[in-house]
């Protein structure tokens, strides 16, 4: 019991300057707001990729950056391309 806390105290997976309560963050600007020219066609797979992860999953906001009202436009846009067969519902 003791050991192993012992060991999880000393094997730390991240540097000493490295304190997860003061990391950089980095303001994520939502890409469609941002870029007027973005078009979210759902027809595209290579700009429909972007927003799934590689199980099929549609890609939450935190790590799209997207805004509440574009990620409901990505939510359509991917439910309208696994319809049409562009992405896939799972992948395994
Ligand atoms: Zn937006």
Do not use: W
Request: include cysteine; charge should be positive; glycine fraction near 2%.
């Amino acid at each position: 019991m003791a050991d192993k806390k012992q060991n999880r105290r000393n094997n730390k997976n991240y540097d000493d300057d490295y304190n997860p309560r003061f990391r950089k963050q980095r303001k994520k600007v939502c890409v469609m707001c941002s870029d007027k020219n973005f078009e979210l066609d759902y027809k595209n797979p290579e700009v429909m990729k972007k927003f799934v992860n590689d199980k099929g999953k549609i890609l939450p906001r935190r790590t799209t950056g997207a805004c509440a009202k574009h990620q409901r436009d990505i939510t359509l846009a991917v439910k309208r391309a696994r319809h049409i067969a562009i992405l896939p519902y799972s992948q395994n």
